[in-house]
C-alpha cells in the first residue's frame, strides 16, 4: 500500500517508525499544510484506497 500512495502523491511514514506496538499502523502527518492541501492529500488518498 505504501508504494502505491508514493505513486499517488501521498506520502505515508510506516508505523513501526513509532515503535514495534505501531508496526501494523500507517502515518500521515498533517499538521502544517496550507488550507486546502489536505482536502487534496485525502481525495489522493481515496484514489488510492479506490473509495
Known amino acids: 500500500m505504501l508504494e502505491r500512495c508514493v505513486d499517488g502523491g501521498v506520502l505515508l511514514t ?9 508496526e501494523s499502523f ?3 502527518c498533517f499538521t502544517s499544510v ?3 492541501a489536505l482536502d ?3 481525495q489522493r ?3 488510492v484506497l479506490g473509495r
Open 14 to 22: 510506516p508505523g513501526g517508525a513509532s515503535g514495534r506496538d505501531y
Open 26 to 28: 500507517i502515518r500521515l
Open 34 to 36: 496550507e488550507p486546502g
Open 40 to 42: 487534496d492529500a485525502l
Open 45 to 47: 488518498l481515496r484514489t
